[in-house]
T-cell receptor
Framework: GAGVSQSPSNKVTEKGKDVELRCDPI?????LYWYRQRLGQGLEFLIY????????KSGLPSDRFSAERTGESVSTLTIQRTQQEDSAVYLC??????????????FGPGTRLTVL | AQSVTQLGSHVSVSEGALVLLRCNYS??????LFWYVQYPNQGLQLLLK??????LVKGINGFEAEFKKSETSFHLTKPSAHMSDAAEYFC???????????FGTGTRLLVSP
């Protein structure tokens, strides 16, 4: 597709349930990022994938959060046993990922997660 | 470590007035600096970026920003505000390598007629 797409656009779940959020990066982009944006706050880095390298998980807030990426395509962010504090917009971004490049991160529209 | 400080969570201007959104950064390596805009219920869109070339960077929609190393600043300006500029603006800093971006907390720009 022309841009980064994310699904679902909105997700309402009950506390304690698991959720999966999906990101489709721009075709050919080897680098993929997940960020979290809580209401009224900036973006927090969660996790980064680059090609076949081990992902950088340094931003994941707890072991309830995990993410996978299939090759250089779709990524899924999973939150287990959701808590109300997980309510936020989850944003995905991708870039070409050329070594040492300063190319732009392109963002998807986000998934708004509400935990009741 | 890198960090970004955006002064003012809200900035209000009149249509046609100068827009100035402030961003100061901290970085232990030569920084790459970005301004993104977020319209309601949308993702982030890149306005402009500084990548160690010209210190005055021109972006889309008439915005520009100047990198001032001595002041560790990268303020965003636009000579004349339009109603359509009302949005949230984020400054971000990145380094070399995988370029994880560190974002400021954002500034909401309000434009009144």
């Amino acid at each position: 597709g022309a841009g980064v797409s994310q699904s679902p656009s909105n997700k309402v779940t009950e506390k304690g349930k698991d959720v999966e959020l999906r990101c489709d990066p721009i075709s050919g982009h080897t680098a993929l990022y997940w960020y979290r944006q809580r209401l009224g706050q900036g973006l927090e880095f969660l996790i980064y994938f680059q090609g076949n390298s081990a992902p950088d998980k340094s931003g994941l807030p707890s072991d309830r959060f995990s993410a996978e990426r299939t090759g250089e395509s779709v990524s899924t962010l999973t939150i287990q046993r959701t808590q109300q504090e997980d309510s936020a917009v989850y944003l995905c971004a991708s870039r070409t990922g050329l070594a040492g490049s300063t190319d732009t991160q392109y963002f998807g529209p986000g998934t708004r997660l509400t935990v009741l | 470590a890198q960090s970004v400080t955006q002064l003012g969570s809200h900035v209000s201007v009149s249509e046609g007035a100068l827009v100035l959104l402030r961003c100061n950064y901290s970085s232990s390596v030569p920084p790459y600096l970005f301004w993104y805009v977020q319209y309601p219920n949308q993702g982030l869109q890149l306005l402009l970026k500084y990548t160690s070339a010209a210190t005055l960077v021109k972006g889309i929609n008439g915005f520009e920003a100047e990198f001032k190393k001595s002041e560790t600043s990268f303020h965003l300006t636009k000579p004349s505000a339009h109603m359509s500029d009302a949005a949230e603006y984020f400054c971000a800093v990145g380094g070399t390598g995988f370029q994880k971006l560190v974002f400021g907390t954002g500034t909401r720009l309000l434009v009144s007629p």
